[in-house]
């Protein structure tokens, strides 16, 4: 097991988004620069620390990516898009049918990361909240400069996710399922 245990629950709370989607809007506040934050974002090498995923190529450039979502020894590529970067700002791409964009403003004590997560169906908000949750915990932890890897798939089961899902479809009054 790894030196790992949910911290807090985010803040965070769902918006309609257009053509009958919902959008999950997670903020999290880093005690590290907006720079330093683009770059864990952004950079492949940075990303495969924390993120459910690695990307193939630096995602601080417009167009095309793959993006390998890792489950144990599962691998599965999804082409994506990166449509919008305003370097340590924003940026927005898609993952699948989903849509994500990730704002960054600075802050007296470092950084403001809002994540708007679109996705097709609203049931699955909750469960996208206990997942980011473990990524950004993991996240803090790399920028921090106490890494413990990354947390990812059915692997986030043995660290909390079910009770963060949970707590967060209280929070966010939304049903929880059990699919992960």
């Known amino acids: 097991m ?21 959008a999950l809007v997670f903020i999290r506040d880093f005690p590290h620069p907006p720079p330093r934050v683009w770059r864990a974002l952004t950079v492949p090498a940075e990303l495969g620390e924390w993120a459910p995923y690695t990307a193939d190529r630096d ?20 082409a994506v898009e990166v449509t919008e970067v305003d370097p340590e700002r924003s940026l927005t791409y ?18 403001r990361l809002t994540l708007h997560h679109t996705v097709s ?5 909750t469960q996208v909240a ?41 929070k966010l009054d939304h049903p929880s399922t059990e699919e992960g």
Do not use: F
């Not at 601080?60 to 993006?67: I, R, S």
């Not at 898609?94 to 950084?111: E, F, H």
């Open 94 to 111: 898609s993952w699948g049918t989903d849509l994500l964009r990730w704002d960054l403003v600075a802050t007296p004590t470092g950084s």
């Open 130 to 170: 206990a997942g980011w949750h473990i990524c950004l915990d993991v996240a803090e932890r790399l920028l921090s400069g106490n890494p413990v890897g990354p947390i990812r798939g059915n692997e986030a089961r043995a660290y909390g996710w079910e009770s963060l899902r949970d707590a967060y479809a209280l």
């Open 121 to 125: 169906d609203p049931s699955s908000v």
């Open 59 to 78: 995602l601080a450039a417009l167009g095309p990516a793959t993006l390998t979502m890792i489950d144990s020894d599962q691998h599965s590529d999804i």
């Open 2 to 22: 790894k030196d790992y245990e949910p911290g807090p629950l985010a803040e965070a709370r769902t918006e309609r988004a257009s053509e009958g989607r919902w």
